[in-house]
């Protein structure tokens, strides 16, 4: 990113002169997509791609963007003039100003995130046998007279590289690298179910380490089975149940209830914002077994060292043993939200303005009940055995275990969040499967319901967040399970 | 356009032998050009950090390439392309595949005149930004004046060069425009519009006149309790669930990589998927319409294709690698709002829908549609703004979960489509499983 100097120093230099203050992001990406479909590579492609995001700030705090892909000082400077003429243009119509930027201390800094394999250590052709060769072994074992198994395999390796200067000297270069396998499922029998498997991390050690491969292989034969068994199952009733989430599940959770609810640009109108706008901190939401942290971890798949505004990210406690005490805050809305600024402004792209995003969210839970086993190894049958044991179910309780993460969505100023699950077993002796349904709870009140937990803490769970437009990836976990008591707030959509 | 020229020239320049393994034998590629304004209005505030005005220009594109020994590649085009061409022709050669059946370069006989470009939205761009603030100032006032006390909204305004080439000669080069917005008021409840055209007076009042009804309608809440009752999918909510459930399973690649309910045999057998009064199908030559264009990147006309025609399936939704694969002809694609049509030959109005709706709600938006199983047809969604009707009467907002299969229900005689003026979408009115909160 140093060849950039020569443009930054212009652009700076063009900003002063407009009377502007310039956050300029440049990107650039390298990304390897492989698809392969039922034992056939469907497509594949390697693409390089960047450009640059220019906000700029008049002294009065009016804002104005621009973007190009064209990397050169023509087109920069180009866009440092329109962006200037927009930020003048909002002072003109009396339009919202902002000036935290201004009060932002400078910094600089170069980081280099840690991988065992960088980007071009294995070729897409090496990338593409190795896909072949697991879409292969698993499809030809599942495939009977009775029922047809089809099976997508993703495989995406991209390496952002992002370089953050602002008017105040601040010049902060990081990359990002991640890397994804899934395989989505389809069963087709007497009716259709899909279902999804995946692992994901920093580079292609999910292709070479044999830990990593098996674990991938386990949840992919966990997930073809779980879709076989869909074909067949019911719809469980709808209603309030005591219900046991796994930890991706569980993810869901931190993520859709409480994770947006905090982001500070959102805090005037969430429901986790008082009147004033200000996060309600001191408030009990949550059981106080409970804690819940936003953290970028290196190696994660949502690993994102600074923000987009080139201000180093932090860990954040959102809630500390069922009280809330902290937000995802950027520059721009921290002080507005009455928090600090804890660097969480993430964008998709150059093109896109940053907004307060998650990055690795995770739900702790005090006194979780220790086993060594792996999860994918516990069967339902099992997990109703601890539960037992335990004494956190009695044989006679209705208790149902959702497994299998497949997204969710909030709606952060009426407090409702949904998330969804591959499917849901009753736990009893000898388990049965139901087809997925909503999860449908309260931000103020689905956590309170969390009691206990079983196993350490899994913080792999892999996804895309989705806000205003713009898709980051994101991860998070939580114990291997999470128990929660039956809650008029918390509904199962079903019959 | 230069880029064009140069792209052109370095392409031709690797269909001669001496450049060995990276002899390319064919291609295609579409590119756009694209220059766009927009505009944000945030907590009845113009612009902000977070909705500042922006201005974009850029080159976005694909190329899709056949090499000498037939093998593929496929990449995107981007401003830098042409003057990086050698060093990324390499790297495209490197992530080559083998597509067995691989489709060929395809150049038809005709294409459709079909108008996509409108200097009212072109204008916009490039010299009378004044109606893009304009009219989210109405936004903000009409809302305002009707009791709804925070208003976010956008606008924005593109226009767009577009080339489509390949190996066969094909050579289209078209302008065109694109006009979006959307309100939403409290945080409740929004809609939204897009078009190659700029919104006209009677939409742009339907939209605000709708929104500022519903939201008014939901603001007293009550709690319902549970059961099979009426439930009415308003045209946008209605769109979620063609978009999830009908096009998921219609698209080629899912049907020929049996990730779809349908198998190419029930498309060879026309199998009755849904009621036999109603009909999709895909038009992508209505003019200004978004959905609408010329030609596929591939090369493939806009056209019409009915997917499903009086309740039997007609094709799947092919692309040419697709279409070969199934043994059919290509089709249009999808391509965005106004480029899908639904309907039943059997249309209700919405006040007779309303009217036979003894307890039922209207659902005016849902969590949840991109969690569900497309292929099952089972869905589960939460709607935090609905509306209880009750003998026809309109009583007020409610949370409810919904729950069913999509297919069941376009099968069901109790089904009804309607159509409400300016929607290009219809509403659907069904029976299905609802939890309340009581």
Known sequence: ?495 | MEYIKNLENKIKEYMVKSKGELQIKGWYYGANKNTSIKIGLKNNQLGGAYSCPRAEESIRGKIYIIWNDDRRSIAILQSNTARNFDKMVELWRRASYVEIEGADIYAAQKYPQVKLFDEEVNHLIYSDQDYLFELLDEYKNEFGSNGINDVNGSVSASSFQQYICNSKGLRICNRSTSFSTFILGDDIYGRSFISRKKICKPKKQQIIQDSITRINQLKTRIKISGGEMEVLLLPQVMESFIQHYLLNNLNGSNVVNKRSIFSLDNFNQEVEAIRKDMSLCINTITDYNQGSYISTFEGVPGGEAFLIKNGKLKTPILDLKHGKKANRKATPVPAGKGSIQFYSNDMVTLQEAIEQMDKGIIVCDLLGMHTQDPTSGNYSLTSPNSIYVENGRVIGGCKAVISGNIFKDLRSQHTKLGKINFEEIPFALIKSKVTGEK
């Open chain 1, 1 to 495: 990113m140093e060849c950039f100097n020569g443009i930054i120093h212009k652009a700076l230099k063009q900003g002063e002169k407009l009377g502007v203050y310039l956050i300029l992001r440049f990107q650039k990406t390298r990304a390897k997509y492989i698809t392969v479909s039922n034992g056939e590579t469907d497509e594949m492609s390697y693409n390089e791609a960047g450009g640059i995001g220019i906000q700029a700030f008049t002294k009065d705090g009016g804002c104005g963007f621009a973007s190009t892909e064209k990397i050169d000082e023509e087109s920069c400077l180009k866009m440092v003039n329109m962006a200037a003429n927009i930020a003048h243009q909002v002072d003109k119509r009396g339009g919202k100003q902002n000036k935290e930027i201004f009060k932002v201390p400078a910094i600089k800094d170069i980081i280099n995130a840690d991988v065992k394999y960088p980007f071009d250590y294995l070729t897409i052709e090496k990338e593409e046998a190795y896909l072949l060769s697991l879409n292969k072994e698993i499809i030809t074992q599942y495939n009977s007279m009775e029922n047809s198994i089809a099976i997508e395999t993703l495989y995406k390796s991209i390496e952002d590289q992002w370089r953050i200067v602002r008017s105040d000297g601040t010049d902060v270069t990081y990359n990002i690298p991640r890397t994804v396998v899934s395989n989505l499922i389809t069963a087709k029998g007497v009716n259709t179910a899909t279902t999804r498997a995946a692992i994901s991390g920093s580079d292609a050690s999910l292709l070479i380490d044999t830990e990593k491969r098996n674990r991938l292989i386990k949840r992919t034969k966990n997930s073809c089975k779980l879709a076989i068994n869909l074909l067949k199952s019911p719809k469980i009733k709808g209603g309030s149940y005591k219900i046991v989430l796994d930890y991706a599940l569980a993810k869901g959770l931190a993520h859709e209830a409480f994770g947006h609810a905090v982001e500070s640009d959102g805090m005037k109108t969430s429901i986790l914002g008082n009147e004033k706008g200000f996060l309600k901190k001191g408030e009990e939401v949550a059981s106080p077994i409970v804690t819940i942290i936003d953290e970028s971890i290196e190696g994660d798949y949502a690993y994102q060292p600074y923000s987009a505004n080139g201000v180093k990210r932090d860990r954040v406690k959102i809630v500390d043993k069922g009280i809330l005490v902290g937000a995802l805050a950027d520059v721009f809305s921290a002080e507005e939200a009455g928090v600090s600024i804890t660097g969480a402004g993430r964008a998709e792209s150059y093109r896109h303005i940053p907004l307060p995003r998650m990055s690795n969210i995770r739900i702790e839970v005090e006194n979780s009940i220790p086993t060594t086993r792996d999860i994918e190894d516990i069967t339902p049958e099992e997990l109703y055995k601890i539960l037992v044991e335990s004494n956190l179910a009695a044989e006679d309780e209705e208790v149902l275990y959702l497994v299998g993460y497949k997204g969710g969505q909030v709606k952060p100023s009426q407090g409702e969040f949904v998330f969804n699950c591959s499917g849901i077993y009753m736990l009893k002796e000898g388990c049965s499967l139901y087809q997925p349904a909503i999860f449908s709870g309260k931000v103020l009140s689905a956590l309170k319901s969390i009691t206990a937990a079983i196993g350490p803490l899994k913080l792999d769970a892999q996804g895309t967040c989705g806000k205003a437009g713009q898709s980051v990836p994101s991860s998070g976990g939580a114990p291997y399970f999470i128990l929660l008591e039956a809650n008029k707030d918390v509904i199962i959509g079903g019959e």
